[in-house]
């Protein structure tokens, strides 16, 4: 089992940054891809980054390429979104999740996933 934690959320006017950690814990995350998913109110859980087990391969949304960075640290156990240029369409409860395999997937299709943190852009 993988328990993963997430942190960083908060409060930001548009325009700002966040940078949104995942500490997981119970295995080593070397061998498990990891990715990033929002939900906002009403709606689904919305794909937003992904990234491989060594951090090179990484798949982003189109609505946030250019302003979100997905990395790892693989010696931490620990997964990164960097979010610049936040904008309001950006609020929503930020999860991050694991699987154990080599292909980088930017479905829900995930076995582990954290509690979520929130994530809130005023105008």
């Known amino acids: 089992q993988v328990q993963l934690v997430e942190s960083g959320g908060g409060l930001v006017q548009a325009g700002g940054s966040l940078r949104l950690s995942c500490a997981a814990s119970?295995?080593?995350?070397?061998?498990?891809?990891m990715g990033w998913f929002r939900q906002a109110p009403g709606k689904e859980h919305e794909f937003v980054a992904a990234?491989?087990?060594?951090?090179?391969?990484?798949a982003y949304a189109d609505s946030v390429k250019g302003r979100f960075t997905i990395s790892r640290d693989n010696a931490k156990n620990t997964g990164y979104l960097q979010m610049n240029s936040l904008k309001p369409e950006d609020t929503a409860v930020y999860y991050c999740?694991?699987?154990?395999?080599?292909?980088?997937?930017?479905?829900?299709?995930?076995?582990?996933w954290g509690q979520g943190t929130q994530v809130t852009v005023s105008s």
């Open positions: 990234v491989g087990r060594r951090g090179i391969s990484a």
């Open positions: 119970g295995r080593t995350l070397s061998t498990y891809i």
């Open positions: 999740a694991a699987k154990e395999t080599n292909v980088v997937l930017t479905t829900t299709a995930y076995d582990f």
